[in-house]
């Protein structure tokens, strides 16, 4: 059964040619782009959508790093979209992934532990919710701003 999965290209992953290196790796790994979205998130979105984060000492430049630039908010589908889309992006640290994960997509456009390029959902409970996050129904009001 296909499962659906939340992906954002971070703003460093938007530059040097690095969208088209990720889309083809998604498309080459089986994925469907079920909905897509170029957007400029603001402090309340990132905030928002890094609550979870929020008393971590890395906070702050996290939300300054994800409003930085656009990011290209992606939902994906296939079967067990939400750890093939993790195990496809590598870990977090994308300066040991180069080591440890050479073919994944944080060690072939990400920089760092903080610019790591790309964001997928740790679980499927946390895919809708981040899915219903970015692509709620217009009349509910918008978390974020379209342009
Ligand atoms: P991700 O795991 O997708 O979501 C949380 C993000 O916070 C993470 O990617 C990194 O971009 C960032 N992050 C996580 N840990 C650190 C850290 N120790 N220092 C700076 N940024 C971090």
Same mark, same amino acid.
């Given at each position: 059964?296909?499962?659906?999965?939340?992906?954002?290209?971070?703003?460093?992953?938007?530059?040097?040619?690095?969208?088209?290196?990720?889309?083809?790796?998604?498309?080459?790994?089986?994925?469907?782009?079920?909905?897509?979205?170029? +957007?400029?998130?603001?402090?309340?979105?990132?905030?928002?959508?890094?609550?979870? #984060?929020? $008393?971590? !000492?890395?906070? &702050?430049?996290?939300?300054?790093?994800?409003?930085?630039?656009?990011?290209?908010?992606?939902?994906?589908?296939?079967?067990?979209?939400?750890?093939?889309?993790?195990?496809?992006?590598?870990?977090?640290?994308?300066?040991?992934?180069?080591?440890?994960?050479?073919?994944? +997509?944080?060690?072939?456009?990400?920089?760092?532990?903080?610019?790591?390029?790309? #964001?997928? $959902?740790? !679980?499927?409970? &946390?895919?809708?919710?981040?899915?219903?996050?970015?692509?709620?129904?217009?009349?509910?009001?918008?978390?974020?701003?379209?342009?």
């Amino acid at each position: 059964e296909k499962e659906k999965t939340l992906a954002i290209i971070k703003p460093d992953g938007l530059y040097d040619n690095c969208t088209d290196k990720i889309k083809n790796a998604i498309f080459d790994s089986g994925f469907r782009i079920v909905k897509e979205m170029l +957007i400029q998130l603001d402090e309340e979105a990132a905030v928002s959508f890094y609550a979870e #984060h929020s $008393s971590r !000492s890395f906070f &702050s430049s996290l939300v300054k790093y994800m409003t930085s630039g656009p990011v290209l908010i992606m939902v994906l589908e296939k079967e067990n979209a939400v750890a093939d889309w993790r195990a496809l992006i590598g870990p977090t640290d994308a300066s040991k992934a180069k080591i440890t994960h050479p073919n994944s +997509i944080r060690a072939i456009c990400g920089l760092d532990l903080q610019k790591n390029c790309v #964001h997928g $959902s740790d !679980s499927p409970q &946390s895919a809708q919710r981040e899915i219903s996050f970015f692509f709620k129904e217009k009349s509910s009001g918008s978390a974020v701003t379209e342009h």
